[in-house]
């Protein structure tokens, strides 16, 4: 059974940017639809239900029933997205919020120019996204940092590793921004936990490569 984790932080820490009525009903009522309904897809199928849910996603065409396939991929990507997303926010800890004395930070600035660099692709990046989806912050093998999006609840490609994500779903900012995605794309860099980034990237064991722009 897959369970939502409890965020590390209160509904109302990420006030005003994220507001709390949204944090409650997005991780209350849409996280926890995405659990249920893959919890019911993988009901009577016990094999299904102890694989790692990521590998069995990635090998959905191969190892998922025809009949259940749809509802576990986008269940199971909601669900996992979610996860993700609720990891890498936290109570700012400064106002102006910069990843400063982190080595995300630094492989932020060699490899966008400076951090406001770095926020102005990714807030185009997730300007252009179309529909629903989620705006990605990723790191390759060879240490090199992209945005890239994704749609609907896929998940980021499999050869690089998520650092960051930015969930683009209008139930993520509908109740307090309403249409305007840029405001709440602005208010998401104030509520970033860079040092659970920072985190992200010691796990992958890569080292971000230097590229002067
Ligand atoms: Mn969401």
């Known amino acids: 059974m897959y369970e939502i984790p409890n965020l590390p932080y209160k509904y109302t820490d990420l006030e005003p940017y994220f507001d709390e009525a949204t944090m409650k009903v997005h991780q209350l009522k849409h996280h926890q639809t995405y ?3 893959l919890n019911a897809a993988l009901e009577g199928h016990p094999d ?4 790692d849910l990521i590998a ?3 090998r959905a065409d191969k190892d998922i029933p025809v009949e259940i396939r749809p509802t576990i991929v986008n269940n ?3 669900y ?3 996860s993700f997303f609720w990891e890498i926010l936290g109570k700012p800890a400064k106002p102006d ?3 400063d004395g982190t080595t995300i930070g630094v492989a932020l600035e060699d490899q966008f120019g400076s951090y ?3 926020k102005k692709k990714f807030s185009e990046r997730a300007l252009a996204l179309f529909g629903s989806g989620w705006t990605w912050l ?3 093998v060879d240490g090199k940092l992209s945005i890239e999006n994704t749609a609907n609840q896929n998940l980021p490609e499999e050869k690089k590793v998520a650092l960051l994500v930015l969930d683009l779903w209008e139930h993520a900012y509908y109740l307090k921004y309403q249409n305007r995605r840029a405001e709440y794309i602005e208010a998401f860099y104030h509520v970033i936990d860079w040092k659970a980034v920072d985190a992200k990237l010691k796990q992958s064991g890569i080292t971000p490569a230097e590229i002067k722009a």
């Open 76 to 78: 199971g990507g909601g």
């Open 48 to 51: 299904l239900a102890e694989k």
């Open 116 to 118: 406001d660099d770095f």
């Open 56 to 58: 069995l996603i990635r």
């Open 138 to 140: 990723l790191i390759d």
């Open 97 to 99: 919020n910069k990843p």
């Open 35 to 37: 659990a249920d309904k």
């Open 80 to 82: 996992l997205n979610h």
